[in-house]
Nanobody, 123 residues
């Protein structure tokens, strides 16, 4: 089992920045690829960013490329999502997730999920 706890969400004006953190406990953190997803009201959960087990490869949904950066510190069992140039359409609950696969872009490939943190971007 892996337990995931997100933090860092909040209210920010358009153009601002936030950094989300996700702390993991349980099985060895470095055994899992990590991802960030988001879900806006009335919409399906959407993949945002992913990072491989060792952190050597990252990948993003097109809408956040150049604005968001995913990173991880395996020694601290933590994955981050740095979000810059935020837009109102980034408003959602953000979830981190862990996958046993080396690379995963679909929710069904993830085994463990956090409880989510709200990000609200005002215009």
């Amino acid at each position: 089992q892996v337990q995931l706890v997100e933090s860092g969400g909040g209210l920010v004006q358009a153009g601002g920045s936030l950094r989300l953190s996700c702390a993991a406990s349980g099985r060895p953190f470095s055994s899992y690829a990590m991802g960030w997803f988001r879900q806006a009201p009335g919409k399906e959960r959407e993949f945002v960013a992913g990072i491989t087990r060792g952190g050597g490869s990252t990948y993003y949904v097109d809408s956040v490329k150049g604005r968001f950066t995913i990173s991880r510190e395996n020694a601290k069992n933590t994955v981050y999502l740095q979000m810059n140039s935020l837009k109102p359409e980034d408003t959602a609950v953000y979830y981190c997730a862990a996958s046993i696969f080396e690379r995963a872009e679909y929710a069904r490939a993830y085994d463990y999920w956090g409880q989510g943190t709200q990000v609200t971007v005002s215009s």
